[in-house]
């Protein structure tokens, strides 16, 4: 009697902490999942893409050769876009992140400097943080990056939105964006569908901007569903 007693919490308890997610998940998914759309490849996706850009002064941040950040005020960023290089900070791990050759960083415990598979995790760890963080600072610069494929989708109202996909290189290839522009090209919000979402079409603001000291111009607030996601300490040099 007593075992029987204590299933029964347990599976209680199981229920009362999964049936709201479980319902919330429901929700959330019939009311917002969509079908990926489908695009047009070609000079009209192309010239949209380059319109983007400019909107975005695009030239400024090719020139931006120092950006520094911190991302929900959890992991700091130092990147030297001209070496390629990062110096990722979170808790008590830094990595002084080689880009091009990961397996050629350093990285550090209580600034005590580690080696072998301990190494390897932590800047593993990092070169994940960064894929992933500097593709909310920096994400539409990069959709002229090698393995994308841009197409030309008429949205709602007829408007014209740029879906962007990456076919290889980051952390999860195979994920698109479905850019939406103002009416002067200036990014608004986009849709996602990625790998690491269950739910396909969730959208994500980029109407927060700050123009930096080098001119690029970077976002420091995204909206999604009920989530916000902060980027505060944003240094822009040449």
């Given amino acids: 009697m007593k075992t029987k007693k204590i299933l029964k919490i347990v599976v209680g308890v199981i229920i009362f902490f999964t049936l709201p997610s479980l319902l919330f998940f429901g929700f959330v998914y019939f009311k917002y999942n969509e079908d990926l759309p489908n695009g047009k490849q070609g000079p009209q996706a192309e ?33 030297k876009k001209d070496e390629n290089t990062c110096l990722v900070h979170w808790k008590d ?34 070169l ?11 994400a539409p610069y990069k959709i002229f990056d090698p393995g994308t494929e841009r197409r030309l989708v008429k949205w709602k109202n007829n408007q014209d939105a740029l879906l962007v ?3 290889s290189g980051g952390t999860t290839p195979g994920d698109s964006y479905l850019w939406i522009l103002d009416t002067n090209n200036k990014p608004v919000k986009f849709r996602m569908w990625v790998d690491i979402l269950p739910i396909g079409g969730l959208e994500a603001s980029w109407n927060d901007w700050t123009t930096t000291e080098s001119g690029a111009i970077l976002p420091v607030f995204h909206e999604m569903l009920f989530l916000g996601i902060k980027l505060d300490d944003i240094i822009g040099r040449e």
């Fill in 47 to 79: 010239a949209l893409a380059l319109n983007m850009l400019k909107a975005l002064n695009h030239e400024a941040y090719l020139e931006t050769n120092y950006i520094e950040w911190t991302f929900k005020n959890k992991h700091h960023y130092k990147w």
């Fill in 93 to 126: 791990y830094k990595v002084d992140l080689n880009l091009d050759n990961p397996s050629l960083s350093t990285a550090y415990v209580h600034n005590f400097e580690v080696k072998g598979e301990q190494a390897a995790e932590h800047i593993e760890t990092a």
């Fill in 128 to 138: 994940t943080y960064f894929n992933n963080d500097s593709f909310w600072l920096v």
């Fill in 165 to 167: 996909t990456y076919t």
